[in-house]
T-cell receptor
Framework: AQSVAQPEDQVNVAEGNPLTVKCTYS??????LFWYVQYPNRGLQFLLK??????LVKGSYGFEAEFNKSQTSFHLKKPSALVSDSALYFC??????????????FGRGTQLTVWP | NAGVTQTPKFQVLKTGQSMTLQCAQD?????MSWYRQDPGMGLRLIHY???????DQGEVPNGYNVSRSTTEDFPLRLLSAAPSQTSVYFC?????????????FGPGTRLTVL
């Protein structure tokens, strides 16, 4: 079965510092990985995805993610955090095969707080 | 282009009542799905549809029904509400049922069952 893990429930970082939100995955077959962000009382917004190709994926709002096949990780990064980046971040993997083709499996989420 | 819309935004039900959560998309997407979000558990798939007339169960389908009579609409029905169904419900859609396709989410419905 496909699954993702977000080992940190909470990440705190000062504004202007780099931030990393961690994600590891377990899949059978090729990994199709996504990051979403959820602001308070809002729906999920798509940030970026890895399908194939370059291991560094660039997305919305200055975010990027690094795919590492050997470590089965897909960490979300930003060089300089903003207070407005404070939100709940979800890593997800979409199933690429079999009877569960297309299903999206989410991690539990990481609450990012950026302090001014 | 409104994307994925959901109504209502908030709803309070009593145990045993039934209701329908509405979801619509204007992107001509074939794939639509319903998730529930509970604290500390991420999002879990309830039901999904790969096209009009085709639906299937996800991880947590019990207590919910769906139908897909048109490409645009994918309503979720709670047959007899229970307190365990208190949650935030999200509808999502993607162009096709391919692993490479991005799913886009609606704003959610916050449901409380008393």
């Amino acid at each position: 079965a496909q699954s993702v893990a977000q080992p940190e429930d909470q990440v705190n970082v000062a504004e202007g510092n780099p931030l990393t939100v961690k994600c590891t995955y377990s899949v059978s077959g090729n990994p199709y990985l996504f990051w979403y962000v959820q602001y308070p009382n809002r729906g999920l917004q798509f940030l970026l995805k890895y399908i194939t190709g370059d291991n560094l994926v660039k997305g919305s709002y200055g975010f990027e993610a690094e795919f590492n096949k050997s470590q089965t990780s897909f960490h979300l990064k930003k060089p300089s955090a903003l207070v407005s980046d404070s939100a709940l971040y979800f890593c997800a993997v979409r199933d690429g095969r079999g009877s569960t083709l297309g299903r999206l499996y989410f991690g539990r989420g990481t609450q990012l707080t950026v302090w001014p | 282009n409104a994307g994925v819309t959901q109504t209502p935004k908030f709803q309070v039900l009593k145990t045993g009542q039934s209701m329908t959560l509405q979801c619509a998309q204007d992107m001509n997407h074939e794939y639509m799905s319903w998730y529930r979000q509970d604290p500390g558990m991420g999002l879990r798939l309830i039901h999904y549809s790969v096209g009009a007339g085709i639906t299937d169960q996800g991880e947590v389908p019990n207590g919910y029904n769906v139908s897909r009579s048109t490409t645009e609409d994918f309503p979720l029905r709670l047959l007899s509400a229970a307190p365990s169904q208190t949650s935030v419900y999200f509808c999502a859609s993607s162009n096709r049922n391919r692993a490479t396709d991005t799913q886009y989410f609606g704003p959610g419905t916050r449901l409380t069952v008393l």
